[in-house]
């Protein structure tokens, strides 16, 4: 009867330090937020999403109220940023990884500008380069 008891608390000591360690995962999982940052010929789409992809805000130049001729502009995206960012610390969220197309990376001082103003930790960053499906356009042939 002894043995069985000591056999018991040594299952429940696992039990507890697996379920510790799966709670501190999730923790983990749930403070690491994403922030996607797609620009456009005419826009700029800025979504922030959760570990597992879940869209938690979204925030683009029609959003806040820019004129269509604007929306692809340095100020813009400087606004959208400020709003988004302000909502983030209203959440509580102070870890990002950024993921950025090649359109949105020539706008990386703003964005550096605007995060450090914040004070939120980016913990990475992630380039999306966007295949074309039928390859690239052939150069136009020279007739003579």
Do not use: H
Not at 7 to 22: A, D, H, P
Not at 34 to 55: D, F, P
Not at 86 to 105: C, E, G, H, T, W
Not at 135 to 141: A, D, I, N, S, Y
């Amino acid at each position: 009867m002894i043995e069985s008891n000591k056999l018991y608390n040594i299952k429940s000591t696992e039990n507890y330090k697996l379920k510790r360690l799966q709670n501190i995962l999730d923790i983990f999982q749930t403070k690491i937020y994403i922030l996607n940052i797609r620009s456009t010929l005419n826009n700029i789409y800025v979504t922030l999403t959760n570990n597992s992809g879940q869209i938690v805000l979204v925030k683009s130049g029609g959003t806040i109220k820019v004129s269509s001729s604007k929306r692809n502009t340095n100020y813009s995206l400087e606004l959208i940023l400020n709003m988004l960012l302000k909502k983030l610390v209203d959440l509580d969220i102070k870890n990002l990884i950024l993921r950025l197309d090649f359109a949105s990376l020539r706008k990386k001082k703003i964005l550096i500008k605007v995060i450090q103003k914040f004070s939120i930790k980016v913990l990475g960053v992630q380039l999306s380069a966007v295949k074309a499906f039928n390859g690239v356009r052939f150069r136009k042939l020279r007739r003579i």
